[in-house]
């Protein structure tokens, strides 16, 4: 096996936690291509087994503590059946589920999540590329399914030096994938759908929205209607909005899918549409704010803060009185504090004595990490309008 040496902070954060080393803090870099490399100290203190990426700036993700560990076909079905493990039980109240989160499983940049009997993976670093047969090999031992895809269609694999392709790996996988979830059943689409196929990460929140909706309902940013089948559950009536006719059209389709006729579906940019609703002094019962990442980067973040009030403050002045708004965000570089910063600003602003019913986060499924703050992006908030 290849190894490397890196510097006293690169050791610190493994001892920290984190399974990351950059490329700076690799004073010996491994003379070889990327796979699995022994990882020392200094002064030569084995600490432990890493996935190198020759390429990326994250040069050494962790794999093993043990130095002496072989990282073969037995340790990526052993890791990998843990992950599944921690997910016993799951498949009682969906067929969509991650069975691996990276990081936030210790499988660093390996996703895996399942669809019923088909399975999607991403494989998001040169390291990992070199095991994916093992990974196929042990997905396919323990869970048989009919297909597995690859949609390593992410920007991130560009840094690594991998291409951005989508590939069929094992079996058929089909166009699109019925997901049944708290009694609602919709499409994923595995192939060409958004992440994996569907935004398995806030099928909690989902339930959650399901469980407290009335009245008139609004989806904001609905893509195929999750969120706004869910309203459908208990509101009279629900407008699911979305920028995109074509994800409305999966939206209405879910509709049907589920017998419910109290949809609507208005393509339109959510910002325009609240600004106009609240010109017309509408009113809504429960309004669902789940928007794209807005701030991609670090640098973007004090623009996307400014879109999130601007939406959260819109939508808190729709509401009715005793009114509920879900709100969420799943841009990384927005913290928790900082969103609920920006939740307390936007309800300073709208004139409305607003409450924090819930504090949420992603689903169990996404593990968070509390050492790896990039295993957690996903925050949410129930808020209620009292007046
Ligand atoms: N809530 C969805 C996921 C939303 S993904 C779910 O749980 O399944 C974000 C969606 O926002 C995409 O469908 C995209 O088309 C839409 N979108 C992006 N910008 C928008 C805008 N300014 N106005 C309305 N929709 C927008």
Redesign the pocket.
């Known amino acids: 096996m290849l190894s490397a040496t890196v510097s006293t902070k690169g050791a610190r954060r493994w001892a920290g936690g984190h399974p990351w080393i950059y490329r700076s803090d690799v004073l010996v870099r491994p003379a070889g291509d990327a796979g699995a490399v022994r990882v020392s100290d200094q002064r030569g203190k084995p600490l432990g087994v890493a996935l190198w990426s020759p390429r990326s700036e994250i040069s050494l993700r962790l794999l093993d503590r043990d130095a002496d560990a072989t990282i073969d076909g037995t340790w990526w079905y052993a890791s990998i059946a843990r992950a599944i493990a921690r997910r016993t039980g799951l498949d009682r109240e969906t067929n969509a589920y991650r069975l691996v989160h990276g990081e936030g499983d210790l499988l660093p940049s390996l996703v895996v999540d399942r669809y019923d009997q088909w399975l999607v993976v991403q494989l998001m670093s040169a390291g990992l590329e070199q095991f994916r047969t093992e990974i196929i090999d042990a997905l396919r031992a323990q869970l048989q399914p009919a297909g597995i895809l690859a949609r390593n269609d992410v920007s991130l694999r560009a840094k690594e030096g991998l291409g951005n392709d989508v590939e069929l790996l094992h079996g058929t996988v089909p166009d699109e994938i019925e997901v049944h979830e708290n009694g609602v059943r919709y499409l994923a689409a595995p192939w060409r759908g ?1 992440k994996t196929g ?2 398995l990460d ?1 099928r909690e929140n ?1 339930a959650l929205v399901g469980r407290v909706a009335r009245g008139r309902a609004l ?6 209607g ?2 706004a089948l869910h309203l459908a559950q208990r509101a009279d009536h629900v407008t699911a ?4 006719a074509h ?1 409305l059209t999966r939206a209405e389709e879910n509709f049907r899918r589920n017998g419910l006729a109290n949809g609507e579906f208005v393509e ?4 325009e549409y609240l600004k106009a609703k609240e010109r017309e002094r509408a009113q809504f019962d429960t309004i ?1 704010l ?3 990442a807005f701030a991609k980067t670090r640098p973007a973040l004090p623009g996307a803060l400014r879109g999130y009030k601007e939406i959260n403050l819109r939508a808190m002045r729709l509401l009715s009185p005793g009114g509920l708004l879900f709100t969420a965000s799943c841009s990384f570089h927005l913290s928790k504090p900082l969103f609920l910063e920006m939740l307390e600003e936007a309800a300073a602003d709208s004139g409305r004595h607003i409450v924090l019913r819930e504090i949420r986060g992603q689903s169990v499924d996404h593990p968070e990490l509390l050492t790896v703050p990039e295993t957690g992006y996903i925050k949410g908030a129930l808020l209620e309008a009292l007046d």
């Open positions: 958004q569907a935004f806030q989902r989806d904001c940013f609905s893509y195929h999750s969120f909005l979305d920028a995109s994800a339109a940019n959510a910002f669902v789940d928007p794209p």
